[in-house]
């Protein structure tokens, strides 16, 4: 959780510009024996890859990913050695010339003026380590993490986009894979259509909110105080680029509640060793930071792209006043992409925490 | 930011349970040479102490604080020496029997079956270790922090009461301390008094969102990519007790805005040496996980508090149906003295991000 | 591993100084249901404790430990619940005036110039934090870890002291407990009575050299290559007061052997299932920085105490020569009560090594 | 200091095994700024080239670096950019077949053991993760620690090779890039010719001491307790392969020594505001585990190589007894190459702690 790594006993550390000759993800702590090729984590990276719909940026990456090291083949087929893993992403649709006046005017809700008070110093092409392209490196990550958690089931989804949210009545799991907004509800995917073109020919940008839902988390995993399941799932969605706000259970939402609406009836499981069945799940599936055994709920607030056409007051990296219209190739809703994303880290921090839960509790 | 210990080069390790002989925190790290006693921590701790009004659990603790460690006192005052700060409290009222019901049965919304699910044992008296009282040490912590950034301003206050929410055109930050809601509007003061003596009379339990804003941190703190300054805030905040979820800014909010709206323009400053100046603060004053140099501003939800007298069904600790109802001294809610809690949170991680800062940067 | 905390998965966070009220240990990451009350900790203590012999410092201290959080007696005694473990002593036996001089001047080979280079401020009573009293707060926590470790034994005596060797082919373990200097062999014991009486008359001081053999470590405890076992121990017994080197196994000896000479031949356990038999062990029980099922020997060289008779140049706070003779009641050697630390140390790396292979190899 | 991350503000990540694609390291905490090319690396990297002469392994290998993030040439020249800088460098020269014995039998001294024991699966082509190439990647992370402390004067040189230790008197800092034993007695340096060759004819190994004196190191660096300059020290040398001994100053001979002997007397400098001057430095430069402003002197043991002509009792994959006689490109003192190496630990452990004083001490 400290500059540019993530994680406690399951370690990743990122590197890599936008602008650069690639980036890529150090995994380490990874349980050995676990079977992984490329073809493990490349699914992954194409669910994020941009230029795959109008609806995305239309920088081309291939985003093929290499193991560089940390698996071998003794004869039975390639897996983890439990030593470090490097993931490594070419970039290969880099063009600069988009970025040119970056180098010299701050834009706007970007991170180009904190770069610069911060470091004195910044690699302005494409933003360079600010770049959602960093992100490409969480999710080969979080393809790792996910062959630590078996048993547990990931399911991310956009719940809501430029204000439009979805119908819970018709959530259905299989629909989003099959439209470009990672959208479980179709009458909603439909409507988003227009949304993010419109935005995209206006040359505006859309926020969304980012859910995603964990099946399969036995109750125990996470710890008190300060590494509590939920505290390391906020650290995580909030290093994500442009979210705004987590969310566990319902969040927000739950501060309008009374104690009685808010409380999650138990009782005993069906058989005598079954864990105890929930009537609700406002708590999202956590309780004193530990897991309950209930789906883990999160959240994620995602900003729009503040790369927009419209002209914003700025100012130059000298001090005078500028204003500053973001050309080149944006997504016009940068939560869509992020939904993998969201998806990677709480693997990654699921991952973590299962084997936490395994170094203090032996046998379990 | 792992089990009981936070931050990264301030540190901070808290102990302690509810009905033990007492509770503390040591604090590593800190600068030498910043003059200390307690008298500079009581403060804070009697802000957040129980018992002050009705609207509060009327368990009765001095939250008397002395400091064992790490100060010195050569003849000029007694300042701290750069060795560890250990904070120690006694709790001085223990009602055991209080809590004797909750040795069979699992409180609903408590973490008292997520602990035994994970540890196999539990101290149940008053909550153990997932008890709100840790969270004194964090305030105690918290003070030291202040120390730290003598040149920020943090400013926290509930700014939603059972979904009843201040009227920011009346915001008064004078009001803060004259209301036993740390409410800086004082209309809704006055409200809250009814709505939070209608749920303590009926047993019930209200939420609360509760707001932080830090004035005068520069630009330049916080640290991509993990170590983000929203990140860290974001852990900070969602391991208190009974939060739900973290805004930075406009939060979930600005997932419904579009880029035009959500853009914080920049002008120059009115000296050239002067740090611009901003027409919004739709980004909360980060960016790329970065400090802007404007105020920054978190938003922190509480949930109601879980101990309620209506009963709700749950199970024994060995499994057969029940139902609770948890009698005893609660704060019908709990995010009011939350507030406290979270400024010090807020204080601890901006005091750890100066210095990470400057490790980086040396002169600056 | 850094600044008062050491482990990863078994931390613990000292505190407290030599003069000030008292000091301790909270241990964080404990595995729960161990049984431990105060009496699993003290006899640990009393064997590090001063005033036991003639030949060890005259200070008088209880050292009685209070554990004061993270334990639990649900009736059926008190065991651990995997919370922080907060260990306290207080120190009793404070003669500040004995120490008077050390504010005005630095002790030569003492840390008073160090820290006030470093901090520009000193607790001068006694050493303050860089008193060999920490480690008392060590050798508690190193009670807790064994109880992590139970197939584990360990033995730490002395090997050398003052220039004076044990015969290894007297070595008698029991031996260790019956003498005042952890020394296995008898004859060595009455010799060093002599040694050690001569120069705590003379005002003069010697240097020992601790060993510590770990018996039952398992093959397979430690992790390439920061983490290493080797590099842990060695970080572990150098951070004790005093400490000037470490070596596994045959340590500097090994370099002046060839490597046939240095060759630890294997040959097949006695039964099918059993591990590998070794017919040397210089290399000390581990290979690549993780355990070989040999037994983990580590030997710790500790410096003569710097608190001598013999006035020494040294300067004052302000910069002017003076000379320094320490009166008082000092170790004549260090290294004697050194003993029982590096036995803690030793342990507390082996039950965090432990943990952590738990957590990345599941099953095992 | 865990796995494969070492540090705590500067920290580096190393990742790669002998036979794979290559070897890199990520390093994160970086001041931005900093002039820097594959230039600045490459002479670092050079030294610890094997297939330099005929002292060392015939392995051939360019070690070529790569910059590949981290740094941005704005148009005066290359430099950091505060962002993880990732150095790789490619495997040239893999032959595979020399090392398909060590696929079924354990080389004794070597990890194969161990990392079978430990993870169940082992990459058997030179060693995997527990080669000495992991070093390489140590070394060009140390090339940047060096640009943090410009006023840090490193020197490290063998100065006992086979048990025939260097004449101090005949000490010349000139000869150690003379020889390719990295010796500074010119007399020794012919010996040692005579002796290498012979081992190497043999088929046999010999071990080494390495000392490491870093002159300009400030007083004030360090901390207790657990991150003693010592302590990161000792875990810094004890994690390079082969070392199985780390000396601070003088070591295990201030274990003969008396505390008259082992003092070292302080004097006023030349000028009121000049550093103290010591007399001697038998504590090599610390105290309390903080820098003291004399040279700050480390020792470290390597073993002989294990890999051996002579066959050694081992034992197979499956538990058969066997002989092991190692045959292939070895380096027949690895201590030699070892040297850079432990310079470079040093050089990153100085970069670490002088971040962290500045963390922690402001203005200083």
Not at 19 to 24: D, R, V
Not at 232 to 240: Q, R
Not at 286 to 296: D, F
């Amino acid at each position: 959780m400290s500059w540019n790594t993530f994680g406690r006993v399951l370690r990743f550390t990122t590197w890599g510009e936008s602008h650069g000759p690639g980036l890529g993800a150090v995994i380490d702590g990874c349980p050995p024996g676990l079977p992984l090729t490329e073809a493990d984590i490349q699914p992954f990276l194409d669910a994020r890859r941009p230029g795959q719909s109008r609806y995305t940026t239309q920088r081309r990456e291939a985003d093929a990913v290499r193991i560089l090291s940390g698996v071998f083949d003794a004869g039975e087929g390639q897996v983890t050695t439990g030593t470090p893993i490097h993931l490594m992403i070419e970039n290969t649709d880099q063009r600069s010339k988009d970025y040119s006046q970056i180098a010299k005017s701050y834009r706007p809700g970007h991170a180009d003026y904190a770069y610069d008070a911060k470091y004195g110093v910044r690699d302005y092409r494409g933003g360079g380590r600010s770049s959602a392209r960093e992100t490409a490196a969480r999710v080969a990550a979080g393809a790792i993490a996910r062959l630590i958690i078996p048993q547990v089931r990931l399911t991310a989804f956009v719940c809501e986009l430029g204000g439009d949210a979805i119908d819970r009545e018709a959530f259905d799991p299989q629909a989003i894979g099959e439209n470009p907004f990672f959208c479980p509800d179709r009458e909603a995917a439909k409507r988003w259509e227009a949304l993010v073109d419109r935005a995209r020919k206006d040359g505006s940008s859309l926020g969304a909110v980012v859910e995603c839902v964990a099946h399969g988390v036995p109750a125990g995993w996470g710890a008190p105080v300060y590494g509590k399941l939920d505290a390391d799932l906020a650290s995580a969605m909030m290093s994500i680029n442009a979210t705004k706000g987590v969310e566990i259970g319902d969040g927000f939402e739950a501060a309008r509640l009374t104690g009685e609406q808010n409380a999650d009836p138990m009782r005993p499981g069906a058989a005598p060793d079954d864990p105890p069945v929930f009537d609700s799940n406002h708590a999202g599936g956590t309780a004193g930071g530990i897991s309950t055994g209930q789906p883990v709920v999160v959240r994620v607030a995602f900003k729009p792209t503040s790369s927009i056409l419209t002209p914003v007051a700025s100012i130059t990296a000298d001090g005078q006043a500028t204003e500053v219209a973001t050309k080149g190739r944006h997504d016009p809703c940068v939560g869509i992409r992020g939904t993998p994303v969201v998806e990677a880290m709480m693997a990654l921090v699921l991952a973590d925490h299962r084997m936490l839960h395994r170094a203090q509790m032996a046998q379990r």
